[in-house]
C-alpha cells in the first residue's frame, strides 16, 4: 500500500483460522478462500457507515481461540455406547468441537453468537451415519430413549433451522451420507443420499458420461447462493430454491421421491412426475425440515446440460416501476421461462455497477444520463432519504439452442419497450463470477463490526410496490443502513423480493431487533414470510399470523402422527411447540 | 337409407329422452346432441364384436321411463326445514329425481345402474347452495345433527366420487353456485366459485375485455375430455388434468389458493406462486375429493390466449417401441413442452385413421406400406392374437409465435430421425372436432349392448412397455374385445398411459369383475393408479397396496383433524372408511 492511497485495512485474508477455532467453524466456506472489499468500495463504506479509518485498524471478535467450554453431555454412557453399536464408533463425536460445529447456521444470529462465545443449545453427541439404515436405527433408537435428533446438512441455514434446541443427538450428514444410490438416464431422475453436497451432486451430473456410461451430459438447475455448502437433504426439506430457478423450478418442482427414517418408521413417496391419488405426500414432507422424520433419500429430476447454449443479457431500466412492469410481462410472456432472472432497484444497481465493472464501459454512464437516467443517492439515502434512479435486469436463457435465442429476443423487445439500455453480457459475468462468493465478503466485514444479512419473501404482481415500500422504509428508517432488494425466482403471478441490509452493528439485541421489524413489516405488507429459506426456529413466530390457526393445526395434527412426542428437530421449529406468548400475531389471517 | 347399403341401426338420435326419464339423467351432456357410428364403423363393429344386424334392431335398456322409486327420507321434517331455512325454499329437492339425478356419476358401473334401475346410495336430500357463506352454514349444521354430507359438481366422475353411500344430503353445484369472485389482470388469476363449469370459465376469461376490461383475451388452459360437463371444483379437488396439460400443467399446477367449509371451520390457502413455509396446504387439500371439506372459492391461473398462434402436426412411427422413444426424446428436449400431445399405439391407430379421415388422404396408405409400416390386424387382435403396427402421434403447439414454432420444428426434428411420416395437421383438426364428443357415442352403442370404460394411470419412462404390456394382455384375455392406448398428459420423467376398452357386455358383474382386473394389473405392474381421475369409490381398493400403510396414515390423520365425524363424502372415498376386508393388496409397497 503506497501512502499515497491511504490507510486500508489488513483484512484477514491471509491464512486459515486457527484448527479447532471459533472462526473455523462460523467462517464462511473453504478456510483458504477469501473475499475482501476492494479499495474503491472500502472508501464508500467508510461513509456510508460513517465509520473512520479507525474503526478498520483492529478487527474484532475474530473467533481465533480454540473452542473450549464445559456443558455436561446429559446423555447416558450406556446410551452413547448403544448409538456407536449403530453408526461404529468413529461416527459418534462428543467432544466440544464436535458438538459446537453443527450447533448454529448462518444467520447473523449464528455468526453473532459464535464470535462472542455465546454457547447454547449445543448437543450432547453428533454422529456420522454412514447409511440409510444406520439412520433408521438412530430413530428407532432415539424414540424408545426419547432423545431429542437434529440434522445437520450443508449448515448453510439462515432461519436457526439446524440448531439443538434440546440438546440430544445431531447428524452431521456431510461426512459420509452422500453416495449416489441410482440413477436412471431413462427417466433422467439421481437418487441420492441426503447429506450430498450441491457440488458433488453437480459434478455426478456433469461427467454422467464417464461415471454412469450416459450419453450425455446433465446438471441439477439447482444452485441455491449457498450452493457450495448446502445439502440436497436441506434444499428438500426447507423447500430452497436455487438462482436458476425461474427456468428450473424450485427444488419441489425437482424432487420427485424422498424416503424419511420417522418415529412411527419409514415414510417415502413414489417417483411418477404426477399423479391423482390423494392429497401429494411428496409437499406434505417438503416443508417439514425434519420435525417429522429424518429425510434419506431423494430422487431429483435432472436436465439436460445446455449451458453451451446460454444467451445472457442485462439492460438498465429508467426506473423501478418500469423494471417491475417489464418483468411482469416477461414473466406473462408464454415464450418460456429465463434461467437467470434478476431485476435490481436502484440502490443495488448502484452498489452492483461498481461491483460488476459496468462504470468501467466508458459510454454507459454519459449515454444513461442523456437519456434522463437518474443514479441513486447512496449517501442521501443514507441519511433516510429516499431516492430515485436506474435498475438493473440481469439474465439469461438456456435450454434448447433456438428455444433460448427466441426467448432472448422476445425479452429484448419487452425491454426495449420501456426503453431500457441493453449492455450485454459484462455484468451478467460480473455478477456469475462472484455468485456463491459473497458470503465470504459478509466475514471479513463483519470483522470490522459491519453486519450483513438478507431477509426474503414471496409476492404477487400487484402487491409488490407495496412490500417493497413498506419494508424498505422500515429498514432505512434506521440511520446509515443499506438496504438493496432485488427480484428474483419470478413467475407469471409473482416473484420473490430478497432484501440485502448492511450496518454497522455489533450488539445481538440489536440485529434480532431490527431482524424482527423485517419480518414484521413483511408479514403486515402481505407478502408470504419465505419463498425459500424456509421458517425454521427463527420466523416461526410469525408462521400462524400467516398461514392461519386452523391451517397451523394440520401441521400438529401431522406431527402428532409421526412424532408424538416431539423428539424430531423440536424447540419451535416451523411452529410446533412455541408456547402461545412466543407467537407474532401482527397479520392474523382469520 | 338404401337397400343396397344393407341394414344399418336405428339409432336413438332423434330428440330429448322424455322429461324425468333415467335416460335424462344417464346420458352425456346436452340433451338434444348425439353422436352415432358411422356405416363404415358400425360394420367393422359387427366384426369386431362378433355380432349381427339382429343385435342392432332393437336398443336395450334405454331408460325412457319415469324416474319412480320408493326411498324413505331419514332426515326428519325438522332437519329439512332447517336446512331450507338457509338455503331458501327453492333449494332444497327432496324429490326422486332430483335424489337420483345427483347419485351417480359417468362411469360404466353408474350408466348400467341407471339402465338396469338399480337405485342405490341415494341422497335424502339436494341442496342448491348460492354462496359460500350459506355453504359454510350447510356444513356447520350437518356438523352439529351428524348428517352425511356429500357434493356434486360437474357429475362427470368415473370413480364414483359423488355417490352417496350413506344418504345424507348431496349439494348440486350447477345451478347457483358458479359465479367470478374476482377478476386480477396483474396476477393473472381469477377466483370463482368451485360449481363453475369448464365452458363457463373459459367464456368468461375469452370475453375478459368486454366482461372486465381487460387488455387483452385469455384462457384457462384446462380441457379436459369432459369439459363441458365438468366443474372447476371437480377438477382441484380430484386432481384432475386437461388435453393440454403437457403445456400448461395439471389442475395442481394450474390453482393457486383454495377455501374449504370444514367440519373445524374455514380452511383457506394464499395465492404465492410458491413459497418456504412449512408443508404445502394447497397440496394437502387437493386430492382429498370432498373428505376434508366442501370446496367453495378456487383462485386458478390463466393464461394469455395464444390459440392463434397453434401449430398442428402429426405423425406416423413404424411401430410403438419408436413412438415412445420419440415421445421421451421430445419431453426431454428442453425446447418448451407442446399443448396437445397424444400418441396412439397400433390399435388405437387404426381406428383413428379411420374416425379422423386419414383414410381419405389417397397418398397415405401406399406410401406407409412402401415403408415397411404394418397395420395393426384389428381382426386377428380381437381373437387375442398380439398384432404390431403403425403409431401415430398428434400434438400442437401454442404459446407465442416463435416459440411455438420452434418447437414444432424441434418436434419434426425427432420424429424425423425416427423416419415418422409427417400427415400434417388433418388428423389433429379431426380428433379436435370430436375431442369432447366421444361420450355422446358411448351412449349410442350402449344401446346395443356395447359398453365403452376407460382406466388410465401414470408411468415412468423405463417401465412403460410393461405396464402397456400387462395391461393389455389382461385386456385381450378377454376375445372380442377391443383395447386402444395412447400415451398423454407427458412429463420428462414419464407420461399417462390411457386404456380404453370396448367390448359387447351387459352384466354389471362382468364389467365390475373386467374393471377390477384391469386395476388389478395395472397396480401390479408398478403404474400410479391413476395420473387424474382420482381415486373416488371405486379404486378405493387399490390405494393403500399403492401408496403404503403408513402413508394412508398421514390421510386418516387428516381425516381425524378436519371430520372426526366421518361426515363429509363418507364412504370408502380416497380408501379412508373401508374395511380391511375390502383393501385389495396386490402389490403391497411395504
Known amino acids: 500500500m503506497s501512502k499515497k492511497d491511504g490507510f ?310 429508467k426506473n423501478w416501476a418500469d423494471a417491475q412492469a417489464a418483468a411482469r410481462e416477461i414473466m406473462q410472456g408464454e415464450f418460456g421461462m429465463p434461467s437467470v432472472f434478476r431485476v435490481s432497484d436502484p440502490e443495488e444497481t448502484e452498489l452492483m455497477l461498481r461491483l460488476y465493472g459496468v462504470d468501467e464501459i466508458p459510454f454507459v454512464n454519459p449515454f444513461l444520463k442523456k437519456l434522463g437516467y437518474k443514479s441513486f443517492n447512496i449517501e442521501d439515502s443514507m441519511k433516510g432519504k429516499e431516492s430515485d434512479g436506474k435498475c438493473m435486469f440481469l439474465g439469461w436463457s438456456e435450454g434448447e439452442k433456438h428455444f433460448a435465442k427466441n426467448q432472448a429476443r422476445q425479452i429484448r423487445k419487452i425491454c426495449r419497450s420501456y426503453k431500457a439500455m441493453p449492455l450485454g453480457s459484462i455484468p451478467v459475468d460480473g455478477w456469475e463470477k462472484g455468485r456463491f462468493k459473497d458470503p465470504y465478503l459478509r466475514d471479513s466485514m463483519q470483522d470490522f463490526g459491519i453486519m450483513t444479512d438478507t431477509l426474503e419473501c414471496t409476492v404477487n404482481w400487484d402487491n409488490m410496490q407495496h412490500v417493497y415500500e413498506t419494508v424498505r422504509a422500515y429498514c432505512k428508517s434506521r440511520p446509515n443502513t443499506v438496504c438493496t432488494t432485488h427480484m428474483s425466482h419470478a413467475y407469471p403471478q409473482g416473484a420473490n423480493l430478497y432484501f440485502i441490509f448492511i450496518a454497522k452493528m455489533t450488539e445481538l439485541d440489536d440485529y434480532l431487533s431490527y431482524h424482527r421489524g423485517i419480518l414484521d413489516h413483511i408479514q403486515q405488507s402481505g407478502a408470504a414470510i419465505s419463498h425459500h429459506h424456509g421458517v425454521g426456529k427463527m420466523f416461526a413466530p410469525w408462521l400462524e399470523g400467516f398461514i392461519g390457526t386452523k391451517e397451523i393445526g394440520i401441521f400438529k395434527t401431522l406431527k402428532d402422527y409421526f412424532d408424538k412426542d416431539y423428539l424430531m428437530n423440536p424447540g419451535g421449529t416451523i411452529g410446533l411447540d412455541l408456547k402461545e406468548e412466543e407467537k407474532v400475531f401482527k397479520r392474523p389471517k382469520h
Open 8 to 317: 486500508y485495512p489488513d483484512w484477514l485474508n491471509k491464512e486459515a483460522a486457527p484448527k479447532g477455532s471459533y472462526r473455523e467453524i462460523f467462517k464462511w466456506g473453504s478456510p483458504t478462500e477469501f473475499k475482501v472489499p476492494k479499495r474503491s468500495l472500502y472508501e464508500i463504506m467508510k461513509k456510508m457507515f460513517q465509520m473512520t479509518d479507525d474503526d478498520f485498524k483492529e478487527p474484532k471478535e475474530i473467533g481465533y481461540e480454540k473452542v473450549d467450554f464445559d456443558m455436561p453431555i446429559k446423555l447416558t454412557e450406556k446410551q452413547i455406547a448403544s448409538l456407536k453399536e449403530i453408526v461404529g464408533e468413529k461416527n459418534v463425536r462428543t467432544d466440544p468441537y464436535a458438538r459446537l460445529s453443527v450447533a448454529y447456521g448462518k444467520t447473523m444470529h449464528d455468526l453473532m453468537r459464535l464470535r462472542k462465545k455465546i454457547i447454547e443449545n449445543i448437543p450432547d453427541a453428533v454422529l456420522y451415519p454412514e447409511s440409510k439404515e444406520q439412520i433408521e436405527k438412530i430413530v428407532k433408537y432415539i424414540t424408545e430413549e426419547k432423545i431429542p435428533l437434529y440434522v445437520y446438512g450443508g449448515g448453510s441455514s439462515v432461519t436457526r433451522g439446524v440448531e439443538c434446541m434440546k440438546g440430544g443427538i445431531s447428524l452431521d450428514m456431510r461426512l459420509n451420507f452422500n453416495k449416489v444410490i441410482k440413477f436412471n438416464e431413462i427417466n433422467q431422475t439421481i437418487t441420492v443420499e441426503a447429506g450430498m453436497s450441491g457440488p458433488d451432486l453437480e459434478k455426478h451430473l456433469n461427467n454422467a458420461v464417464e461415471e454412469f456410461g450416459a450419453k450425455m451430459k446433465y446438471t441439477c438447475g439447482h444452485f441455491p447462493q449457498s450452493f457450495e455448502y448446502s445439502s440436497v437433504g436441506g434444499w428438500t426439506v426447507t423447500r430452497g430454491a436455487g438462482q436458476n430457478s425461474t427456468y428450473y423450478g424450485k427444488i419441489e418442482d425437482i424432487v420427485l421421491g424422498q424416503e424419511y427414517a420417522t418415529p412411527i418408521g419409514n415414510i417415502s413417496t413414489d417417483d411418477y412426475p404426477r399423479k391423482a391419488t390423494g392429497p401429494d405426500i411428496n409437499h406434505i414432507m417438503m416443508g417439514s425440515e425434519g420435525t417429522f422424520g429424518v429425510l434419506t433419500h431423494v430422487t431429483l429430476r435432472f436436465f439436460k446440460y445446455t449451458a453451451d447454449n446460454r444467451v445472457k443479457y442485462s439492460y438498465i431500466f
